[in-house]
């Protein structure tokens, strides 16, 4: 089985399947976004494998805020993959 890891673009921090990301690219998200995850899970779609539309879709909002930062930061407009 493998490990399961940061959502967060080139993150490979390992965390338990039931948590998003790892607590650095957590908390660089807006509170908001972070309630949005949160209201959008229910416990055990880990295990089950079935999450929401609500919750893939504010979990993609938080990748793609997470990578529009550091493309900021890196002086880039966009990613190259």
Request: charged share 30%.
């Amino acid at each position: 089985m493998s490990e399961h890891t940061c959502h967060a673009t080139g993150c490979k921090t390992p965390v338990p399947p039931r948590m998003f990301m790892c607590g650095r690219d957590w908390y660089r998200l807006p509170k908001a976004m972070r309630d949005a995850i949160w209201d959008a899970y229910v416990p055990g779609q880990e295990i089950r494998k079935d999450p929401s539309r609500a919750y893939l879709a504010a979990a993609r909002a938080a990748v793609r805020y997470l990578e529009r930062i550091e493309d900021r930061a890196a002086g880039t407009t966009g990613r190259s993959t």
